[in-house]
């Protein structure tokens, strides 16, 4: 059973930053695709950052690049997103996500990843 649980969101000045943590457990799979999607009020789900497991390689959505880091620690079974010079529309609540072949119930697609699983999710907001 895979289960992931966020950490680290909260208030933030525009221009600020935050470090969103995911624990991670139950991945058994040597191939899988972790990710962060967020989710405004009122406004759909949308794919922040996602990195391979296979070789480390990341994704970003546009609105972020050179902004946000997706990093991982893997003897601490940790994924991170870092979040620099934060924008008011950052905000939102932000979930930890993991793509590992299965479809569900709640599935989300995005850069090539089926994101079935999912943390409780941390809110994020970006505000003076």
């Known amino acids: 059973q895979v289960q992931l649980v966020e950490s680290g969101g909260g208030l933030a000045q525009p221009g600020g930053s935050l470090r969103l943590s995911c624990a991670v457990s139950?991945?058994?799979?040597?191939?899988?695709?972790i990710g962060w999607v967020r989710q405004a009020p009122g406004k759909e789900r949308e794919g922040v950052a996602a990195?391979?497991?296979?070789?480390?390689?990341?994704v970003y959505r546009d609105s972020v690049k050179g902004r946000f880091t997706i990093s991982r620690n893997n003897a601490k079974n940790l994924v991170y997103l870092q979040m620099n010079s934060l924008k008011p529309e950052d905000t939102g609540v932000y979930y930890c996500?993991?793509?590992?072949?299965?479809?569900?119930?709640?599935?989300?697609?995005?850069?090539?990843?089926?994101?079935?699983?999912w943390g409780q999710g941390t809110q994020v907001t970006v505000s003076s």
């Open positions: 996500a993991v793509s590992n072949g299965s479809r569900g119930t709640d599935t989300f697609y995005w850069r090539g990843a089926f994101f079935a699983f």
């Open positions: 139950g991945l058994t799979l040597d191939y899988y695709v």
């Open positions: 990195l391979s497991s296979s070789d480390g390689s990341t």
